[in-house]
């Protein structure tokens, strides 16, 4: 039984579009996190060997494993330890670092703000470059005028596109840090430390949202209202902004919204090649030292974060287009 008919039968009215596409969407957003609250939980008990001996070591005394496991709850039911694993999250406790003896919940915070930063000011910066820039490259190339010019973006954009994140961030790192000296080679300190990391996770994003743009673009010129404020003799600086540019902002929106999303998973590579102290190093720390309650908690935040930026993004999509409300989404 969907939302929407649940609604309908516990107030007697059918709900309007707005409402029904919210509890659509609500609705969705809570399986998707049940199932993701489930995979995270039973990753731990999936993983080949006993956790707990692999991060204490081969050495580890089996009174010694016995003893780990009883302080973690591993040695309950599964059922059990499934229930202390929900009530947990709830309560904002997600367990016990195998290997550093601190609340997860604790280390998650600790790292949390590093990899937020990263990802949200990458992403700011990728949505004020790559709309103009698309948009002024569909202007510049609109009717088939300055082929080269076109082929030229096509290629630089896909070259970039092609380009995997770690092996850029190697490149500036190699010419900007340690050939030019221009910036830090790693760590997070002033804000020139903020440079190389955001322009490795940013020109990817650039570069793939640029080209979508310039195609919608292009799209969006040719539409009847765009010719009808042609029409009109209106500046083209406002037939672009006040007319093309808002049309353009709604699918832009939704693949930003899947960037940023790409871009939070994104900083575990980032991170681990500048040394940034933020949950994408810490998860690669944790599981190189199968400190599974630690990759089970970093797992659940970056799944979190994805369905809300998701569900952030349909609910403003809709805000945006009205009319997205009443379709079968």
């Given at each position: 039984m969907s939302a929407t008919t649940m609604a309908a039968r516990f107030t007697g009215a059918r709900p309007g579009?707005?409402?029904?596409?919210?509890?659509?969407r609500t609705g969705r957003l809570l399986v998707s996190l049940v199932a993701l609250v489930t995979a995270s939980f039973l990753m731990i008990h999936l993983v080949p060997g006993d956790p707990v001996q692999a991060a204490l070591g081969l050495s580890a005394s089996p009174e010694a494993v016995k003893a780990?496991?009883?302080?973690?709850?591993?040695?309950?039911?599964l059922f059990t330890q499934y229930g202390d694993f929900v009530r947990g999250i709830f309560d904002g406790d997600l367990g016990q670092s195998i290997t550093a003896r601190v609340p997860v919940s604790q280390m998650i915070g600790d790292r949390l703000p590093a990899t937020l930063e990263l990802a949200v000011i990458a992403f700011v910066i990728a949505m004020l470059v790559a709309i103009p820039l698309?948009?002024?490259?569909a202007v510049y190339t609109r009717n088939g005028r300055r082929r080269r010019?076109?082929?030229?973006?096509?290629?630089?954009t896909g070259a970039i596109v092609a380009i995997p994140e770690f092996l850029l961030a190697v490149a500036l790192t190699s010419v900007f840090a340690v050939s030019l000296g221009w910036f830090p080679v790693a760590l997070r300190g002033g804000p020139d430390s903020y440079v190389l990391p955001v322009l490795a996770l940013a020109i990817t994003p650039i570069a793939?949202?640029?080209?979508i743009v310039r195609v919608e673009a292009l799209r969006v010129f040719d539409a009847d209202y765009m010719r009808t404020a042609r029409a009109k003799r209106l500046p083209a600086r406002l037939v672009y902004t006040r007319h093309a540019l808002p049309n353009l902002l709604t699918s832009s929106l939704t693949l930003g919204g899947l960037l940023l999303s790409g871009m939070l998973a994104g900083t575990v590579l980032i991170e681990n090649v500048f040394a940034w102290p933020g949950?994408?190093?810490?998860?690669?720390?944790?599981?190189?030292?199968?400190?599974?309650?630690l990759v089970q908690g970093i797992v659940l935040v970056y799944g979190a974060a994805a369905l809300a930026i998701n569900f952030t993004v349909d609910v403003a999509v809709a805000a945006a287009d009205p009319q997205s409300t009443i379709r079968g989404s």
């Open positions: 579009p707005w409402t029904a596409f919210l509890l659509r780990r496991k009883h302080e973690l709850g591993l040695d309950q039911s698309g948009m002024a490259m010019g076109e082929l030229g973006f096509i290629g630089v793939a949202l640029s080209r949950l994408g190093m810490t998860i690669v720390q944790a599981i190189l030292q199968k400190d599974y309650p």
